[in-house]
C-alpha cells in the first residue's frame, strides 16, 4: 500500500503550471531516493498514466489518465453541470469563479471561469486547495458530516501561506462554526495575501457534502457589501448545482 501511495502522490505533482517533471524534479519533491522514484515513474509509465518525452526524458501525463477522466465524467457528468453554473457565476461577480470536490489532502479544482477584467484572481485549474487555508475548505469542513469534518481538522497540516492564514485547529474550528452559521465561508487573504475567497457548498443525492462553488476577488474590490453579495451568488449557484446532481442539502 505504501508503493501505491507514493505512485499516486507522484501523481499529483503535475499541474497546469508544470505538466512535465524530470527525475530529479520529482525526487527533490517527494523526498524518496533516486532508484525508488525511478521505478515509480516507470511502473506510471508503463500502465499509461505518464509518458516520457524522447527529447527532453521528462514526464507528463499520459493517456490513461484522460481515459480514466472521461470515465468519471461519463458516469457522473459533474464538469458540464458546472461550466454554464460558474460562468454565471463569474459574470454576476465580476470576478473569478471556481468549483472543487473534496479529496483526501485538500479541494480538487474541477472547473474555472474568469471575467471579462483586466485585474483578477488565477486560479489555477490543476491545484489542489488546502482546508485549512480557502473558503471552499473552510465551507467542506462546515457541512461535513461530524465524523467526517473532525478527522479532516485532525489530519490538517497548518501550513502558513500569509500572515492571516489558521494556523491551529483552534482558529479553524472558529472559522469553520462561522461559515456553517452564516452558510458560506469567507477567506480574507489566507491563502494569497491579496485575495478574498467566498464559497459555499453543494452535496449529493444523500445529503453528503461533496464539494463547493467559489467567488475568489481581489481584496482592493471586495469591501463588506461585495462580500455579501458574493455569499449571495455562490449560494444560490451551489444550491442550483445540487439540484442539478439530483442532490439534496445536508444542512
Not at 164 to 184: E, I, K, M, S, Y
Request: net charge neutral; aromatic share 4%.
Amino acid at each position: 500500500m505504501k508503493s501505491v501511495d507514493r505512485a499516486l502522490a507522484v501523481l499529483r505533482y503535475f499541474t497546469v503550471a508544470e505538466p512535465e517533471l524530470g527525475l530529479a524534479d520529482v525526487t527533490r519533491r517527494s523526498g524518496l531516493d533516486k532508484a525508488t522514484v525511478h521505478r515509480i515513474l516507470t511502473a506510471l509509465a508503463r500502465n499509461g498514466l505518464l509518458e516520457q518525452m524522447p527529447a527532453t526524458r521528462k514526464y507528463r501525463l499520459g493517456p490513461e489518465s484522460l481515459r480514466l477522466a472521461q470515465v468519471r465524467e461519463a458516469s457522473v457528468p459533474i464538469t458540464a453541470i458546472l461550466a454554464p453554473v460558474l460562468t454565471q457565476l463569474s459574470t454576476d461577480s465580476g470576478e473569478t469563479a471556481h468549483a472543487s470536490l473534496g479529496a483526501s489532502e485538500g479541494m480538487l479544482t474541477i472547473g474555472v471561469s474568469e471575467p471579462q477584467r483586466s485585474t483578477r484572481v488565477f486560479v489555477d485549474p490543476s491545484a489542489s486547495l488546502p482546508f485549512h487555508a480557502s473558503a471552499s475548505g473552510q465551507v467542506f469542513c462546515a457541512f461535513a458530516d461530524a465524523e467526517q469534518g473532525e478527522a479532516i481538522l485532525q489530519a490538517t497540516r497548518f501550513e502558513q501561506f500569509t500572515e492571516t492564514t489558521p494556523v491551529d485547529a483552534r482558529d479553524l474550528r472558529q472559522r469553520v462554526d462561522a461559515a456553517r452559521q452564516n452558510g458560506f465561508a469567507v477567506a480574507h487573504g489566507t491563502l494569497e495575501a491579496d485575495t478574498v475567497g467566498v464559497a459555499a457548498p453543494f452535496f449529493d443525492a444523500s445529503g453528503r457534502v461533496i464539494g463547493a462553488v467559489a467567488v475568489a476577488g481581489l481584496s482592493s474590490r471586495m469591501d463588506g457589501e461585495a462580500i455579501a453579495r458574493a455569499g449571495a451568488l455562490v449560494c444560490a449557484a451551489a444550491k442550483q448545482v445540487t439540484r442539478q446532481l439530483g442532490g439534496r442539502s445536508g444542512a
